[in-house]
């Protein structure tokens, strides 16, 4: 008796691998605090000797956003983010009253009208309206939904105002310059508008998830961004690089091939006024969604 005791100790004491303490979600249930802050209860590697209980924190859930498009399952589905929202405002440019949260939705609205034109092609937007997300929401509900990309739409403010044309990111733990340094630390911080501070639980989390999903993920997120230059380039203007790196929170998800694409800035007058135009966005659409469509066509061929 004692003997089995001590085995069925032994065994509640060794410490789990770390891929089974975050398995991944069903895509039928309501995304709690729970699921979002599971990963960052592993910052300190449990302890020989305690036994480590993932308790559910109070919050309340969130509703899956609509999914529009063809009724198959099997089609692939695009969630697309449409940054800040609420309280945050994200950049602004005051001279022409143009904010980053309403540029964001309805560029995000507009791909997702492209998209839907394809008639292959599922949609789902994190939010449609004027609310307040917080990151691990954002790629929270793509994961939720079982997405096969998540695009994270942004019009930031640059540090040079003449600073101009779009830029994709993909997620790296280390910047690719001080440009990007500067984003990440800029849009992780919207958390802390919400009165939640996850600047500890991005490095746990970044130490956990780079495992074979993650690299499988990232590299798959790196094609797509070239891919998005590649397509949308005749459609808009790019920066120089058009592609960087940057340990964003948005695009942590260890599974689904994501980008946070900087359609432009809002802080240069002819970057704002551009995307402030239906024109401006069309364009923007109609190169994301060109990627996008390429994005599949290659996956379905297995390239
Ligand atoms: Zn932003």
């Known amino acids: 008796m004692l003997m089995v005791l001590s085995a069925a100790l032994i065994a509640l004491l060794v410490p789990a691998p770390v891929q089974s303490l975050v398995p991944p979600q069903p895509i039928t249930q309501p995304i709690t605090q729970s699921d979002m802050g599971a990963p960052a209860r592993m910052s300190k590697p449990p302890t020989r000797g305690r036994i480590v209980v993932r308790i559910p924190d109070a919050a309340p859930s969130i509703a899956l956003p609509p999914v529009e498009g063809p009724r198959d399952p099997r089609r692939p589905l695009v969630v697309i983010d449409a940054g800040h929202g609420g309280h945050d405002p994200g950049a602004h440019n005051p001279a022409l009253g143009i904010r980053e949260k309403d540029l964001t939705l309805a560029i995000a609205r507009a791909i997702r009208e492209e998209l839907l034109k394809t008639g292959r092609i599922r949609v789902a937007l994190t939010r449609d309206d004027d609310r307040f997300l917080v990151?691990?929401?954002?790629?929270?509900?793509a994961r939720k939904l079982g997405a096969s990309l998540f695009i994270s739409i942004h019009a930031d403010a640059a540090e040079h105002p003449g600073a101009r044309g779009a830029t994709v990111y993909t997620l790296s733990d280390v910047a690719s310059d001080r440009e990007a340094a500067r984003l990440a630390a800029r849009e992780n911080r919207?958390?802390?508008?919400?009165?939640?501070?996850?600047?500890?639980?991005?490095?746990?989390?970044?130490?956990?998830?780079?495992?074979?999903?993650?690299?499988?993920?990232?590299?798959?997120?790196?094609?797509?961004?070239?891919?998005?230059h590649r397509e949308a380039v005749s459609h808009f203007r790019f920066r120089n690089p058009h592609h960087r790196f940057a340990s964003l929170i948005v695009l942590k998800s260890?599974?689904?091939?994501?980008?946070?694409?900087?359609?432009?800035?809002v802080s240069n007058d002819e970057d704002a006024r551009w995307m402030a135009?239906?024109?401006?966005?069309?364009?923007l659409a109609k190169g994301v969604a060109a990627a996008i469509s390429m994005h599949f066509a290659r996956a379905s061929v297995g390239r």
């Open 277 to 283: 135009t239906k024109d401006g966005r069309l364009q």
């Open 254 to 265: 260890p599974d689904t091939p994501s980008v946070l694409f900087e359609a432009g800035y």
């Open 135 to 141: 990151l691990q929401e954002r790629y929270g509900l």
């Open 190 to 228: 919207a958390d802390i508008l919400n009165g939640v501070d996850l600047s500890d639980k991005s490095n746990a989390v970044s130490s956990i998830l780079i495992d074979l999903t993650q690299r499988e993920t990232m590299e798959s997120s790196t094609k797509f961004a070239e891919l998005l």
